[in-house]
């Protein structure tokens, strides 16, 4: 069984940062791609930013040059600073891993629970 647990959400003011955390744990192979995605109230989940096991990243155009997505394959965590925040970052914050969980078995997808990120104006 996989587990991905977030923390560090909160309520920070507009300009200010807030960094991100999500640890994997449980029985798997390797984790490909790892990732940050966000829901507004009354708003699709929508992908924040992603990086590779290789640590390649790529980041939503709203967030490009403010966030910073990073992992640590030993830990198997995933980050993700985000600076000069805007209300407009207000969300739920989901990481979500691509697991393979036996060495050439499928890879499957597997969501935190999310932490809430409150930016006020």
């Known amino acids: 069984q996989v587990r991905l647990v977030e923390s560090g959400g909160g309520l920070v003011q507009a300009g200010g940062s807030l960094r991100l955390s999500c640890a994997a744990s449980g029985s798997f192979f390797s984790i490909n791609d790892m990732g940050w995605y966000r829901q507004a109230p009354g708003k699709q989940r929508e992908l924040v930013a992603i990086i590779t096991s290789g640590g390649s990243a790529i980041y939503a155009d709203s967030v490009k040059g403010r966030f910073t997505i990073s992992r640590d394959n030993a830990k198997n965590t995933v980050s993700l600073l985000a600076n000069t925040l805007k209300p407009e970052d207000t969300a739920v914050y989901y990481c979500?891993?691509?697991?393979?969980?036996?060495?050439?078995?499928?890879?499957?997808?597997?969501w935190g629970q999310g932490t809430q990120v409150t930016v006020s104006s």
């Open positions: 979500k891993g691509i697991v393979m969980i036996r060495e050439g078995s499928g890879q499957y997808q597997y």
